[in-house]
C-alpha cells in the first residue's frame, strides 16, 4: 500500500510538473471557444455602416493561430483569444483590406480586434486593431455591430447585418 501511495504522488508531482511547464510556454496561445462571449458568437458575417458606406466581412478559421506572428505572443501572453479567421473592409469603390488574419481578444475590458496587413514584403508585417461591441436583436437582421479606433476617446461606426 505504501508503494503504491509514493508512486501515485511520484505521478502527481510528474504531472504537475508538466501542467506548470506547459503553462509558461511562450510559445503557446491561449484560444477559447466560448459560445457565451457576444462577441465572438455573433460577429461571423457581413455587416454594413449605413453613416460610411463601409462593409466588414467577418469569416471565422481557427488555423490563423497559426499565422500570428510570434513578435506578438507577449502581447497575448495574458490575453484570451475568443475569435480567429479572415477580415475584409471594403467601400463600393474601395478595399481597405481583403481577406486579412484577424484576432479577437480584450483590452482594457472592451472586446478589441487586431488585424494584420502587408508591411515590406511581409503579409503579416503591421497590425491594425479596434475595439468593437454587439448588439444582439430580436432576429440576426437586427443585429447591430460597432466599430470604434484603438481608444477609447475615438467615436464608433453602427454597422447593422447583411447576412449572417
Known sequence: MKNLFQK?????FIFISFKSLAQDDS?????????????SSAM?????????????????????????????YDFLKDKIIYSVGYITIKSETKIYTENKPYFL????????????RERDGDPLGDSESFNTFIAIGEAPVDDLLYMGGDFNNQPFLRFTRVKK
Open 8 to 12: 501515485t504522488l511520484f505521478l502527481l
Open 27 to 39: 510559445n503557446s496561445l491561449n484560444y477559447v471557444n466560448d459560445k457565451e462571449n457576444i462577441v
Open 105 to 116: 481578444t480584450v483590452l482594457s475590458g472592451n472586446p478589441h480586434i487586431v488585424w494584420f
Open 44 to 72: 461571423e458575417g457581413e455587416w454594413f455602416s449605413q453613416q460610411e458606406g463601409y462593409t466588414i466581412i467577418f469569416k471565422k478559421d481557427t488555423t490563423v493561430l497559426e499565422q500570428i506572428p510570434k513578435k506578438y
